[in-house]
């Protein structure tokens, strides 16, 4: 059988003919002449040698394409073109995606300890900490965010109560409005609400800022100066963090109050009520739980950043990449331990 290609072997040529000439030459013993080609490009000449190698060829009597396809011979002689991987088996892929999990824990716990190491550093030498820097990011942590806070909490507070009513109305219970708003804004949603805007917010930037620093190699620099680029940049933003998310999730409590209070007052009830179910259910430990969760949000949100800036790769998108995974992980981690402490302060009976 004599396969004879077009005398016009480009690259649109080669891609109609590749699957049906590599079949033809598989199945049975073909001739491929290929005398009568009279343009002929790097294409088409991996598709002729392509096929020679179970068949005979007839080169071209073109000299243009003779020399085309004689330049391609010798170029894949000198380097073949590479093998494609073989699919590795499902159980390589499972071992490799545990490996990887394995390692990228293992670099967490090293991060936590090392932030740890350094925080116990400080606590025995705490004139080097840079209390410029602590004061920077609790002024745009926490100052800045305070009045998005207020009208977050403001809305969600209106938001809480209007749709509290509507069932507590079937029953006459609307007086109790107060006590479900204020209960589930000081122990769960304020907190939440806060550590929400602070991920956005300032998780984000602690990623951007240090990601940016690191493709600049700005942090190799202060290592090779001496200086330690954890004590230098990582526990400030820490220790911001811890301090500023308490009185972010205060802002949202009471905002949120204040806007139960108006839907209150147009339900028909008196400031005086809605302040005399308020202490008369709100204890102070309920205050302490949700401050306290809130501490602790906020150092989750603060190690998440930070190590998500500090392991940003190269390139334009590393910045972007680091800011987006701190966001996530950090909202992520926030709702976890939220489910955490409610599970133990259950148990505690708190």
């Known amino acids: 059988m004599v396969l004879r290609p077009p005398a016009t072997l480009d690259l649109p040529a080669a891609a109609a003919l590749w699957r049906p000439m590599l079949a033809a030459v598989a199945d049975q013993h073909v001739t491929i002449d290929a005398s009568g080609v009279t ?106 965010a305070f009045g998005l806070c207020a009208l977050l909490g403001l809305l969600f507070g209106v938001i809480l109560a209007f749709q509290s009513s509507i069932p507590m109305r079937q029953y006459g219970a609307e007086i109790f409005i107060p006590n479900l708003v204020g209960i589930g804004l000081l122990r769960e949603l304020g907190g939440l609400m806060a550590a929400i805007i602070m991920a956005g917010r300032s998780g984000s930037a602690y990623a951007a800022e240090l990601a940016t620093m690191k493709v600049n190699d700005e942090i190799d620099a202060l290592a090779t100066m001496g200086v330690d680029p954890l004590a230098w940049l990582v526990l400030p933003r820490i220790l911001a963090a811890v301090l500023v998310m308490p009185v972010l999730a205060l802002v949202v409590t009471l905002s949120g109050l204040v806007g139960m209070g108006f839907v ?70 926030t709702v976890v331990l939220d489910g955490i402490f409610a599970v133990l302060f259950f148990r505690l009976g708190w």
């Open 264 to 333: 209150m007052a147009t339900l028909g009830y008196p400031p005086a009520a809605v302040l005399s179910q308020l202490r008369q259910y709100l204890q102070v430990g309920d205050m302490a739980g949700g401050l306290f969760k809130a501490a602790c949000f906020g150092l989750a949100i603060g190690l998440i950043g930070c190590r998500s800036g500090l392991k940003a790769g190269g390139g334009p998108r590393a910045v972007g990449d680091a800011a987006t995974g701190a966001v996530v992980a950090s909202i992520v981690a």
């Open 39 to 144: 343009k002929l490009d790097s294409a088409g000449a991996v598709l002729l040698l392509e096929a020679a190698g179970a068949s005979e060829l007839r080169p071209p009597k073109n000299e243009n394409a003779a020399a085309t396809l004689e330049r391609m011979r010798r170029a894949l002689a000198a380097a073949p073109p590479p093998k494609p991987a073989s699919q590795p088996h499902w159980v390589s892929l499972i071992g490799a995606t545990v490996l990887h999990s394995i390692a990228g824990l293992g670099r967490r716990v090293s991060f936590l300890g090392e932030v740890t190491l350094g925080s116990l550093a400080m606590l025995s030498h705490p004139w080097r900490m840079r209390r410029v820097e602590v004061l920077r990011h609790l002024a745009e942590a926490g100052t800045a």
